[in-house]
Each structure stands twice: as C-alpha cells, then as structure tokens.
C-alpha cells in the first residue's frame, strides 16, 4: 500500500454483484465487503478495465455486518456477501429480482437456507506450488491464475475439503508433479469431486496431462481406505490451454464411473459431465415449488427444454400424463433416459434435438403441449426458441433462471405472444454469492400488476 492515498468514503448502496459503492469524484467506485452506512478508510486500485476501493480500516460498522469465517474470502472472489448475514443477504436478493420486475404484484419471499454450511456438492481444485516450493491445492484468486490455497472452504462438502488436503500430502510422499500450464509438465491438474446429498457417495475425478498416469494407482487405493465413501474414481484427460476444468477423454479406474443421489424421491445418476445441481438440498425447494407453481395434472402434456439429464423432467412425469424433454447434449440424453429407467418412467420420452426446432417441427404437425417448462443457461434463450415457444401457445409456462436479467429481457419478449408473469418465486441457491435463482410462471393474458 505504499505511495497510496488514503481516502474517508461512505457507501451508499450495494450493486448488482453485492459490492459496496461510494461517491468519488463525481464517479460510483465499488469496494467488495463494504456495506451500505459503513465508513471506511480505503485505497483505490484498479483491476483490469475496472477502478475498485480496498478496506484498510472500517470506522463505522453496519448492523448487518457479519463476522467473517474465512480467511479467504476477501482474496478468492467466490462469496461476493461473505460480509452480510444472512438475513441481510436475503433482503438484498429480494430487493434484486424486486428492482428488476417491478411491475409485477406476486413475487414471493425469497425462499432461503435454515443451514448453509458445506452446501456445495460439486468440489473443483487445482494443483500447483507455492512459493517454497511445496505442492498445494485450492482456487484461483479472482481475475487470476493465481492459486489460493484454500483447503477449508465454509461452503463445499467437509469430506471433499480433507479429500483435497490428503491428496496434496500423497503427492508430496510419492513424488507425483502437479501440472504446469505454462511448461506443459507435471502430471495432475485438477481434481473434480461430486458428492451425493442423501446418498453420501463420493465421486472423484483426477483431470491428468494423460490417462498414463501410473503412480494414480496407490494414489486412488489410498484415498478409497482412508475414505471409504468414495464410489467410483475416475480418470479425465486435459493438457490443452484452456480454463476448462474437464478434456473430452477419460478412463474410469474404479467402481462404475458415476454415482447416485436422490432429488425429491427419485434417484439419479451422476456422471463427471452430467449437469446436477451443485446444491441438491435447495435444489429439492427450487423443484417442489416449481412444481406447484404449474399445477400439473394427468391431462397436462409437458415439454422441457434445456433439459439436460431430465432431473425436472422426471420429476414433473409424477405429476403429469405425459413428458418430453429435448437437450441438445447427446451424453446427456444418455443419462436422462438411463435415469428414467431407474426410476421406471415409461410415460417419458427423451429427444436428442435443438429444443427451438423441436417444437417448430412439433407446431407443424400441430402437436401440442399444455405446460413448457425452460431452465436455459444463463445467458437466457434466443429469439429463435422464443419465437417457436410463442407459436406453440402452451397454457403455462414455467420459467426458472439463475440470471434474472436475461429472464427479464426473455419475459419481455413473450408478451409480444400475449404472455405476462402470473406469479415469481425467487429462490437462495447459493447463499454468500450475489447469485439468485428465480421461478417465473407465465400464462397468455394480463399480468398482475402492482
């Protein structure tokens, strides 16, 4: 912090991204962890295209502050909210999707967490070196390539964070090179563990320079007796320069090369690739809710898009007559259809398509459905899908986003086809974070304003 200038600022409000902003010079600065009221002392810096405020000292302190339990958590950027609690985190994520939709009467409270510890099931880290020397393990400082070494992380599953520690200490004992992306030597860069909530199985992925990867033998063998829960190990192949965390080829060394868990009474296979939520617990929440937001029935005929590997699929089949789900996705088609027989589903059909051709072809041949149900990424859908939805005219359509600005602009789009938001559910899928899943039902008619 040398040379620095020190500045006395107040912050006024929060942004989008949970950030506390001041007034400076006439310009809105954002300064991660500070929160509305607060007085601070802090320096400017700036980070890519971006001028941000860093907290040397906080004079006055707001009564939502939270006291923090990781010492990360001001340098690795994943818990944007890591200072407010949890009431308050709420609030603000209420007030977002409230600012966003603000011509509409329903929404509902944010449905939060009574316990949030250790909700991520789905645990990634990478391997490198410190600055002794000594091998270490955890995530990249924001906007960097940096790794932090955070081996106790609040909101991963604890079995996954002493999986990743006992992994660095074998690779000291048995000489086994963490990957270099620079150099393009070493041997393990990441490792990838899944974890089932109800099930307790534990998947771990080693993502290698190549499947030859000899000294993975003892490696495994030792973390299967240490911890017993593990299911299925798994090597993935990725020496390309990239930021992705998983290469196209892999090799499973033990066990059947996925695991289990159960969602809302059914069960559902977990492959390395497969999408499923990485917070199963609320994830239950986010699905009933949907569910009773779209009042299906045996007579309603349903079609999810984006479906990935049919988790609301199935789950609106123990509702409804008949459902198809569309994924583009051909693996994960695979594992839908493999799911649905697990849970002997034989009123479900699964399409390997483009969802917005799909129902173009299904319009021409005036098939119809009652209820769409669409949870595209999260850079929303195209018009494309959304012209071919508006044509298909269901009764309801159920909507769920975990970015309600690209929702938001999707919505405003369908009311060229008559549709408005009968009703909006936000839901807590990631507390600490900025993020905010939400649930939109949709019907042909007038929207229930305000």
Not at 30 to 50: M, W
Not at 227 to 251: A, C, H, W
Not at 338 to 359: E, P
Request: one cysteine or more.
């Amino acid at each position: 912090m040398k040379n620095k200038k020190v500045y006395r600022v107040r912050a006024k409000s929060l942004d989008s991204q949970g950030r506390g902003v001041v007034s400076f010079n006439h310009s809105m600065i954002p300064v991660p962890g500070l929160l509305p009221g607060e007085l601070a002392q802090i320096v400017l810096y700036r980070k890519g295209d971006e001028t941000l405020g860093r907290i040397l000292s906080i004079v006055e302190k707001s009564g939502e502050r939270a006291e923090a339990v990781c010492s990360w958590s001001q340098k690795c950027g994943g818990c944007q909210l890591w200072s407010l609690n949890y009431e308050a985190q709420l609030k603000f994520k209420q007030e977002q999707v409230a600012r966003l939709f603000n011509t509409v009467k329903n929404v509902g409270s944010v449905l939060g967490m009574d316990d949030f510890a250790g909700y991520r099931h789905k645990v990634h880290a990478s391997f490198g070196r410190d600055g002794k020397g000594r091998i270490i393990a955890g995530i990249y400082e924001e906007h960097s390539h940096r790794i932090l070494p955070v081996t106790d992380c609040r909101i991963q599953d604890p079995r996954a964070n002493a999986i990743i520690e006992e992994i660095c200490r074998e690779m000291e004992e048995y000489k086994i090179q963490p990957y270099d992306e620079d150099t393009g030597r070493g041997m393990l860069r990441h490792v990838l563990i899944r974890s089932g909530y109800k099930t307790g199985q534990i998947m771990v992925v080693f993502v290698v320079a190549t499947l030859n990867f000899p000294k993975g033998a003892v490696l495994g063998k030792n973390l299967r007796k240490k911890f017993p829960d593990i299911r299925t190990i798994v090597y993935n192949q990725n020496n390309k320069k990239t930021s992705m965390v998983l290469g196209k080829d892999q090799e499973t060394i033990f066990g059947p090369g996925y695991i289990e868990d159960e969602l809302c009474g059914m069960t559902f296979q977990i492959s390395p690739k497969s999408f499923y939520q990485v917070n199963p617990k609320q994830a239950e929440v986010l699905y009933t809710k949907a569910m009773e937001m779209a009042k299906l029935t045996k007579q309603d005929r349903v079609l999810d898009t984006y479906c990935g590997t049919g988790t609301i699929t199935l789950i609106a089949a123990k509702y409804a007559g008949e459902v198809t789900g569309v994924e583009l996705n051909r693996s994960a088609v695979e594992d839908a259809r493999i799911n649905a027989g697990k849970n002997h589903m034989d009123h479900v059909t699964f399409v390997c398509a483009d969802a917005a051709r799909y129902m173009e072809q299904a319009q021409a041949v005036s098939s119809r459905y009652s209820v769409v149900i669409m949870d595209p990424p999260r850079s929303g859908s195209n018009p494309v899908f959304l012209n071919a939805l508006g044509k298909m005219k269901p009764d309801r359509i159920i909507y769920i986003s975990c970015n309600p600005a690209t929702q938001k602009r999707d919505v405003d789009f369908l009311k060229r086809y008559g549709y408005r938001i009968d009703a909006l559910q936000p839901v807590d899928m990631f507390p600490v974070t900025a993020e905010i899943e939400n649930i939109a039902l949709l019907r042909r008619g007038r929207e229930k304003h305000k």
